[in-house]
């Protein structure tokens, strides 16, 4: 008999407590990096703005579904957009949902789609500057990643060097809307620092692509096609790092995919080792079939759960993942936010359960 | 099952709906053109408050290029993931046989019968003259 | 495994690309001596993502002893068609017509590759099927290659590559599929890209595997294409057949697609049905290569998918993706073995199905006294 679903049982009836891994703050306005920048910078925000690769000011081209790509009931009452109140996040999200630790991703200003690279270098600084004082410091719940700009690997570096020993931050934040994939060489002395430094590298989209049309297809007309990317477009980059070579150089680099979904993982994994064993002459660098180093090297963040028709499916796409791989996100405060409470329904036990909601972060990004 | 005063009448204005708190439960109060509808706050598929969605209408298409505006002020969209349900059944528009919002009675009673009982009102001032919204939880 | 018994139509198989030479007698006068005059017919018309050197691209035991793969007929004959006891075989030939930029030289190259299918390959033996090339970089020209081929019942699909100028199920294309689905022709389309752009959201990658592993996700976003345009509410009698290169990137398409559209329904409002089901109803998927790792996950996935209408056998001859022969993988019931094999593929094209049943009409006659 096919029960329609009035109200959802919620997840555990007693409070949750788990670690969220993707939250996005964002300024109230470009304002508030000002204490963070220089007078040079300051003045170049005023005047130039940013100049990213795509033809709009403050809009993008594919615009989003609901409410600007936002929760429609997250816009702070005095004004500024979703994200922007901390006090609103407290409320509508990290007391109301309890939130252990919530993963910052700051998206907004941090120069990852920046193409005047100096601009992006003082961006990235201001924007984890911002983190630190305007949000870690005030709720210690929250943990910053460091945002850096992934064409300026340079800059990158230097960031993540003075930026590691700081507790508050718990990862690297690049864009996988790169210039080029991500497993090629310009990048790697990112993932040097990352390794020899320890830090999980996050990898999550921004809204502007480095250049290249979202898909291998070409730009999709409608917004429900330019959502598809998102998965897509990270699937290219992990075989560009897989195939490239770059586990193999930095053993022991750790991966985040936030944003992304996790369900393709499987399939991506049979089909590399499949079509490597006949060319991998090609790619003498790479000692073991692909999907090892997906397994060793990449943890996935839920959000946007996948939904299938029977729930079930997702516990098998899991048992072939690895159950200390997948990582609870909400992606607070954007439309397609996952709720805790809810996202996981599907069969698991009480310790998976746990995994996918603390547990597992908590190894991750060693958070205590 | 009792039933609650939650509102007058006229407060609740054609195209708006107003939240309530019923026995600890949050209950949104419609009014589409005149008639009204009790529904939970609470979105069945993540739980998104359902107050906070913006009343809209339906759109549907005779092919693809075509759009059409129908029923304006009969369907709701949840602030989360904006998935549309209509007002006056609860039915989620695209999953209408298996996802569904909890509704309540609720009608318009006049103050007279209010102020006889057996209604819950304790936090409510009821006159005879008025006319008042009755929710049935 | 081997296939259990006769009669299997193989939906995806490549006689060679021709050299530029074999296919001037297919030119006409303008086209013969202009190519001359610019020694372009002193060369080949290749796409790279089919360099026939790759070891993706043939297997050793079907390499000819010279030659380019898939170019010796008698070969083919033995290995393919009777080695797998097929009853059909629709020839893919991924001529590289579809990346040139000028798009006259591109239609007269298609429409000599087409008579060249025709003549050399076709007329040789009755198994043999053929897929219109049409030059994707102009609509109106492709529109009038389908019409110059439709009338010989041998050519069964449209054929396109999976990266061209832009998404295909654009409406730019439309009057394509308009022609396509007036002859009963399904849209094939075939892992390859005319490099207009990069394969990847991200650019360019370094190595042939990687081009060769992002055919993948560029069918998912084709597929997402053809939904959100809705190509199959304005065509209903369509099909997409998407060829060489996977299906079981599927289950996450199909969710996630049915997930996001309740929320972006309004942007696209002809979507009228879940995307799963529009998608179960119109999109097939070429057998080989099988990206599972064994049978018992392929029948995962088939679960996942919700169909077992969806999958078309195929050989991809002469690629190598199975030892010997191979050509089934482990694992599946008889009556998933029979879809894959007849059953599917039949439903998908009426050509074929009307071949069919003609020949069978033909036997009955024959078999009455
Ligand atoms: S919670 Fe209402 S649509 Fe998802």
Not at chain 1, 254 to 267: D, M, N, Q, T, Y
Not at chain 3, 147 to 156: L, M, S
Not at chain 3, 301 to 309: L, Q
Not at chain 3, 359 to 365: S, T, V
Request: proline share 7%; net charge negative.
């Amino acid at each position: 008999m096919n029960m329609p679903v009035l109200e959802r049982n919620v997840q555990g009836k007693s409070k949750l407590s788990f670690v969220d891994c993707d939250i996005h703050p964002i300024q109230r306005s470009e304002k508030d990096l000002h204490p963070y920048l220089s007078a040079h910078w300051r003045e170049h925000m005023t005047t130039f703005g940013g100049h990213v690769r795509q033809g709009l000011i403050g809009q993008v081209m594919h615009p989003r579904m609901m409410a600007a790509g936002q929760r429609a009931d997250a816009y702070p009452k005095n004004g500024g957009p979703p994200g922007s109140d901390l006090e609103l996040m407290q409320q509508q999200h990290l007391d109301f949902n309890g939130v252990e630790t919530g993963m910052l991703v700051a998206l907004s200003r941090g120069g990852m789609e920046e193409r005047n690279l100096d601009f992006a270098a003082a961006l990235s600084s201001a924007v984890n500057d911002w983190q630190l004082h305007d949000w870690v410091e005030k709720d210690r719940r929250l943990k910053a990643g460091i945002v850096v700009p992934q064409e300026h690997a340079e800059h990158a570096v230097q960031e993540i060097d003075r930026r590691v020993q700081d507790e508050a931050f718990r990862q690297v934040i690049i864009s996988p809307k790169s210039s080029e994939p991500l497993g090629r060489r310009r990048y790697w002395p990112i993932y040097e620092a990352c390794a020899r430094n320890n830090i999980v590298l996050g990898l999550h989209p921004a809204g502007v692509s480095g250049g290249n049309p979202s898909s291998g297809t070409g730009w999709g007309t409608y917004y429900m096609q330019e959502h598809y990317t998102f998965g897509t477009t990270t699937t290219g980059n992990l075989i560009s790092m897989v195939i490239e070579g770059v586990f193999e150089k930095f053993p022991n680099l750790k991966v985040a995919l936030i944003e992304s979904g996790f369900s393709w993982a499987p399939a991506l994994g049979w089909r590399m080792d499949k079509h490597w064993e006949r060319m991998r002459k090609e790619t003498p660098h790479l000692k073991r079939p692909p999907s090892e180093y997906l397994r060793e090297h990449v943890w996935f963040c839920t959000q946007p759960m996948e939904e299938p028709e029977t729930a079930g499916h997702l516990t098998e796409i899991i048992d072939w993942i690895g159950w200390d791989r997948i990582m609870f996100s909400s992606d607070y405060p954007h439309w397609d936010f996952d709720d805790p409470k809810y996202a996981l329904n599907f069969k698991m036990t009480d310790k998976q359960r746990a995994g996918i909601l603390r547990d597992n972060a908590k190894a991750l990004y060693r958070l205590a | 099952m009792s039933r609650y005063v939650v509102a007058k009448a006229g407060e609740v204005a054609p195209g708006t709906s107003k939240l309530v708190t019923v026995k600890g439960r949050e209950i949104g109060i419609f009014n589409v053109q005149g008639a009204y509808y009790a529904l939970a706050n609470t979105c069945p598929h993540e739980g998104g408050s359902l107050c906070e969605g913006r009343i809209t209408g339906l759109v549907q298409s005779d092919g693809p290029g075509q759009y059409k505006l129908l029923r304006k002020g009969e369907f709701l969209r949840c602030p989360f993931h904006g998935w549309e349900f209509e007002v006056a059944t609860g039915q989620s528009y695209c999953d209408p046989t298996s996802m569904r919002i909890r509704q309540f009675n609720v009608e318009v009673a006049p103050g007279e019968d209010v102020v006889k009982g057996p209604y819950v009102a304790e936090s409510f001032p009821v006159s005879v003259e008025e006319e008042y919204l009755v929710v049935e939880v | 495994m081997k296939l259990p018994y006769h009669g299997a139509i193989d939906c995806d198989l490549h006689p060679a690309v021709p050299s530029t030479k074999a296919l001037v007698p297919y030119l006409d006068d303008f086209w013969q001596d202009h190519l001359a005059n610019r020694h372009i017919d002193r060369f080949g018309l290749t796409l790279s993502s089919n360099a026939p050197g790759l070891p993706i691209s043939a297997r050793e035991d079907w390499r000819p002893a010279q030659g380019l793969p898939g170019s010796d007929f008698e070969l083919l004959r033995k290995q393919a068609l009777d080695g797998f006891g097929l009853r059909y075989a629709i020839c893919n030939v991924l001529h590289g017509a579809v990346a040139l930029f000028n798009v006259d030289m591109a239609a007269a190259l298609c429409t000599a590759v087409n008579r060249y299918v025709a003549k050399e390959w076709l007329d040789r033996d009755p198994r043999l099927r053929g897929s219109i090339l049409v030059p994707p970089q102009n609509v109106d020209l492709a529109v009038a290659e389908i019409e110059r081929c439709a009338g010989d019942k041998r050519f069964v699909q449209v054929m396109f590559l999976v990266m061209g100028d832009a998404p295909l199920g654009q409406r730019r294309y439309w009057p394509i599929f308009q022609a396509a689905e007036k002859h009963g022709l399904p849209i094939g389309v075939h892992a390859g890209s005319s490099f207009r752009q990069a394969p990847t959201g991200s650019g360019w990658p370094s190595y042939h595997l990687e081009d060769y592993l992002l055919q993948a996700p560029a069918f998912e976003d084709l597929i997402v294409s053809f939904l959100t345009e809705g190509v199959f509410q304005k065509f209903p009698g369509l099909k997409l057949v998407l060829a060489e290169s996977g299906f079981t990137f599927l289950p996450t398409l199909l969710w996630r697609n049915n997930k996001v559209w309740r929320g972006a329904r309004t942007e696209v409002p002809w979507i009228d049905r879940p995307p799963a089901d529009i998608i179960r109803d119109h999109v097939r998927f070429t057998l080989q290569p099988v990206d599972a790792p064994d049978g018992k996950m392929l029948n995962r996935i088939f679960e996942h998918v919700g169909s077992d209408k969806l999958v078309l056998f195929s050989t991809d001859y002469p690629h190598p993706h199975f030892e010997g022969d191979d050509a089934l993988p482990d694992g599946l019931s008889d009556d998933m073995i029979r879809r894959i094999l007849i059953d599917n593929p039949l439903e998908t094209y009426p050509r074929l199905r009307d071949a069919a049943g003609a020949a069978n009409a033909q036997m009955n006659k024959e078999a009455v006294p």
